[in-house]
Nanobody, 132 residues
Framework: QLQLVESGGGLVQPGGSLRLSCEYS????????MGWFRQAPGKEREGVSC????????KYTDAAKGRFTISRDHAKRTMYLQMTNLEPEDTAVYYC?????????????????????????WGQGAQVTVSS
């Protein structure tokens, strides 16, 4: 079972940058696709970005495209979300999540999805507040 722990949240001014980290542990972690979601007060949890188990496929929502960059380092067992040009509308609790997505050499390349129901494991969340 995958375990996830987020870090790196905080208070930042509009236009500023922040990097979130999600450390993962457990068995066969290289076979989990992972993603970042966020939940603002009074709203449902929504997708932000995802990355395939191999790191070869990434997806972004329109709100994140061009401003956020997702990456992962299997050696460090950590996924990142680099956020730039932050806006007050980005204020939310950010969650990392993962789901089992096995793949093999010679088979279809692994991909990722931002369908929330696909995700099996979630971290505890990290608060990001964008305010002057």
């Amino acid at each position: 079972q995958l375990q996830l722990v987020e870090s790196g949240g905080g208070l930042v001014q509009p236009g500023g940058s922040l990097r979130l980290s999600c450390e993962y542990s457990g068995y066969d972690t290289e076979y989990y696709a992972m993603g970042w979601f966020r939940q603002a007060p009074g709203k449902e949890r929504e997708g932000v970005s995802c990355i395939a188990s191999s790191g070869g496929d990434t997806k972004y929502t329109d709100a994140a495209k061009g401003r956020f960059t997702i990456s992962r380092d299997h050696a460090k067992r950590t996924m990142y979300l680099q956020m730039t040009n932050l806006e007050p509308e980005d204020t939310a609790v950010y969650y990392c999540g993962g789901y089992w997505e096995p793949w093999s050499v010679g088979g279809p390349p692994p991909s990722c999805t931002l369908e929330k129901k696909k995700y099996e494991v979630w971290g505890q969340g990290a608060q990001v507040t964008v305010s002057s």
